[in-house]
Nanobody
Framework: QVQLVESGGGSVQAGGSLKLSCAAS?????VAWFRQDPGKEREGKVG??????????NYKDSVRGRFTISRDSAKHIIYLQINNLKPEDAGVYYC???????????????????WGQGTQVAVSS
């Protein structure tokens, strides 16, 4: 079992930046960040960025070039750097992870076993 704890959320003006962190209690292979959009709980979480253990990444089209997922493997921390924030980036961001040797960078919630509790990001225009 792996516990994930997110931090770094907050309220930022449009055009600003944030760096989210996800501290894992142990080894993770494929990791990802998902967002729960406000008022769209019935639609589920949206995958925005994923990273496998080889360094391959996958991004949602609308965030590519503005979001960067990375990790500090020694510290078991996963990061999401968000630049040029837009109002549509607002929501609760969740960190997700697997520990399987063979995994993929799918941006689908069913692909990940472990989840954090989320950190809120608000964007003011």
């Amino acid at each position: 079992q792996v516990q994930l704890v997110e931090s770094g959320g907050g309220s930022v003006q449009a055009g600003g930046s944030l760096k989210l962190s996800c501290a894992a209690s142990g080894y993770t292979s494929c990791v990802a960040w998902f967002r729960q959009d406000p008022g769209k709980e019935r639609e589920g979480k949206v995958g925005v960025a994923a990273l496998d253990s080889y360094g391959s990444t996958n991004y949602k089209d609308s965030v590519r070039g503005r979001f960067t997922i990375s990790r500090d493997s020694a510290k078991h921390i996963i990061y999401l750097q968000i630049n040029n924030l837009k109002p549509e980036d607002a929501g609760v961001y969740y960190c997700a992870a697997n520990t399987d040797t063979y995994c993929t960078t799918l941006l689908h919630s069913h692909a990940y076993l472990y989840w954090g509790q989320g950190t809120q990001v608000a964007v003011s225009s």
